[in-house]
């Protein structure tokens, strides 16, 4: 049945977050993963209109069990661990003392094997390296009993199986069980009872973007610059080595998304988008940076269009002379009958380039 895919951290088979409920810490830790940006990259998130975006065992990272009693499937993956993108291929993952895919850090996590009555969680990750597992300390079989991820099994948090990144999630926990039987592996899992969903997924598109304004809500006033901004409030802050994007307003309360950063040793604002263009017969005319940058003209006399204020490295400006009697002069630059110029502020004067 379609549900939500972020349900399963509340209400697992024995794992989750109602009364009676075991929890297990993957369920908190998960969400400062999220916050950091670490987590799984859904393609269906993005993808209304496809009819498992919302049946959480047809997700990328999604466990099930596998054609042998101590094995389990993983679909593949794009993952998100500290900033890089790492894909991870389907995966059959099988639980013995020699498994390529158990978590290792300076040497390999120890596994014990289940003598009747016992069982244990083996916890699922997706690292730099591919999928990897950890096992939980072995318990009895009781009422009221439940593994817990403690000691050795929770190194996770601090050292992945990234060689350099150390970043991982859990993106499920497997509970295995032994009764009687003698089990399969050198585990000896008689079962694997319960599949505990952990995935947690980030959401990088679409960004929406509030304007930021000096004004009150609704209002138009314009933060058009990295000084605007690090003046908002009356303490005055420091973007220091930091770049910034941020969607605001021109002088004519139109939107405009800016961004920030240094170069050449100082910082600059620059206009990103969208391109404004303007279409005038005025035969004088003055543009800002945040104007517009596309100029289509039919003077109705010599036109001269000034540049204003201050312009960042490699602002451009094109315009067309649509005018067969009168030509265009930019920055002492002249836009023949008819013609077109494009022109570059190199940070200390402008360049004309076609």
């Known amino acids: 049945m379609p549900t939500n895919p972020l349900s399963d951290h509340t209400d697992g088979t024995n794992d989750g977050l109602r009364d009676g409920d075991h929890i297990l810490s ?136 990234g060689i350099d990144n150390k970043q991982s999630i859990v993106i499920g926990t497997v509970r295995a069980t032994r009764i009687v039987a003698a089990g399969t592996g050198d585990l000896t899992i008689e079962l694997l009872s319960e599949f505990n969903d952990k995935r947690v997924m980030a959401r ?38 930091v770049g910034a994007l941020w969607q605001s307003f021109d002088t004519d309360g ?4 800016y961004y920030t950063s240094k170069q050449g040793g100082a910082r600059h604002t620059w206009r990103m988008a969208p391109n404004r263009v303007l279409v005038s017969t005025l035969a004088a005319i003055t543009i800002k940076f945040d104007d517009s940058n596309i100029l289509v003209l039919t003077p109705i006399g010599a036109c001269i269009v000034t540049p204003s204020g201050t312009f960042p490295p490699g602002h451009l400006v094109e315009i067309k002379n649509k005018s067969g009697a009168f030509t265009v002069t930019f920055d002492g630059n002249v836009i023949v009958v008819s013609g077109y110029g494009r022109f570059v502020y190199t940070g200390s004067a402008w360049e004309r380039l076609i």
């Open 26 to 161: 993957p369920s908190l830790t998960n969400l400062y993963e999220g916050v950091h940006n670490n987590g799984l990259l859904i393609p269906h998130d993005t993808a209304y209109g496809d009819g498992n975006r919302n049946d959480p065992s047809n997700l990328p990272a999604a466990i099930s069990q596998g054609a042998a009693a101590n094995a389990i499937d993983v679909t593949a993956c794009e993952v998100i661990l500290d900033g890089m993108l790492y894909p991870i291929s389907a995966a059959t993952i099988t639980f013995f003392s020699a498994s390529p895919h158990l978590l290792t850090a300076a040497a390999p996590f120890a596994t014990v094997a289940l003598n009747p009555n016992e069982e244990c969680l083996f916890v699922i990750l997706a690292t730099p390296s591919g999928f990897r597992f950890t096992q939980t300390v072995v318990i009895p079989t009781a009422a009221g009993n439940y593994p817990s991820i403690s000691g050795a099994t929770a190194d996770y948090l601090s050292n992945g199986q």
């Open 204 to 241: 990088p598109s679409p960004m929406y973007l509030s304007p930021v304004t000096t004004g009150i809500v609704g209002a138009t006033a314009s933060v058009d610059g990295h000084t605007a901004l690090e003046s908002v409030h009356a303490e005055v802050g420091n973007l220091g080595e």
């Open 254 to 257: 139109n939107n405009v998304l």
